[in-house]
Nanobody
Framework: QVQLVEESEGGLVQAGGSLRLSCAFSGRIFTLYKLGWFRQAPGEDREFVADILWSGGATNYADSVKDRFFASIDRTKNTMHLQMNTLNPADTAIYYC?????????????????WGQGTQVTVSS
């Protein structure tokens, strides 16, 4: 059992600006396999943004955010971060942090079994 709480406030940002999202994780940390970020725009399906392996820190990014967004883990503070740069209105969405654990039961299409509550990010043009 891993719990995720999105601690940062997304809020409103101007196009071209930056935001940093943060999630705190707790519980059975030793079961973590992968941490991920997803987003969902109004009327759209939830989409993959980025992921990072707990062991080793290898990352993957969606083409739409590659070279602009960066995922990281601060193990000393038990937090995961998504640094978002050069934001544009197409990035407007509710952003979710997520975790995939060894032996976890997933009810999502993405295969993640732990999810944060989500936070709204709005980018104005």
């Amino acid at each position: 059992q891993v719990q995720l709480v999105e601690e940062s406030e997304g809020g409103l940002v101007q196009a071209g600006g930056s935001l940093r999202l943060s999630c705190a994780f707790s519980g059975r940390i030793f079961t973590l396999y992968k941490l991920g970020w997803f987003r969902q725009a109004p009327g759209e399906d939830r989409e993959f943004v980025a992921d990072i392996l707990w062991s080793g820190g290898a990352t993957n990014y969606a083409d739409s955010v590659k070279d602009r967004f960066f995922a990281s883990i601060d193990r000393t503070k038990n937090t995961m971060h998504l640094q978002m740069n050069t934001l544009n209105p197409a990035d407007t969405a509710i952003y979710y942090c997520a975790a995939k654990t060894y032996g976890g039961t997933s009810f999502s299409a993405e295969g993640y079994d732990c999810w944060g509550q989500g936070t709204q990010v709005t980018v104005s043009s």
